[in-house]
């Protein structure tokens, strides 16, 4: 099976009964921006507008792949200030 770039088969999280199809569509994201590697950073605003959900329907959905350790964010800021999410 191919792993995306989060360790886990996109089947693993598919399957998995405690996610939500928005959670498991905002995975699917991830992996495909993450190529052969472990992280992506696509921005909150595109994933919004490519998936056509709200930035509050978005947050409820990362949040339960962040609670269930599928997903880990980190925050980084730039020069001048402003941050990006990186997802691993």
Do not use: W
Request: proline share 1%; charged share 20%; hydrophobic share 40%.
């Amino acid at each position: 099976m191919k792993k995306g770039g989060f360790g886990l088969t996109f089947q693993e999280v598919y399957l998995m009964d405690n996610l939500t199809i928005e959670a498991k569509a905002i995975y699917g994201m991830l992996c495909s921006y993450a190529g052969t590697g472990a992280t992506a950073f696509p921005s909150v605003d595109f994933m919004c507008h490519k998936l056509h959900i709200s930035k509050t329907r978005f947050y409820k959905h990362m949040n339960l792949l962040i609670g269930s350790g599928i997903v880990v964010k980190k925050q980084e800021k730039g020069e001048k200030g402003f941050s990006n999410n990186i997802y691993t």
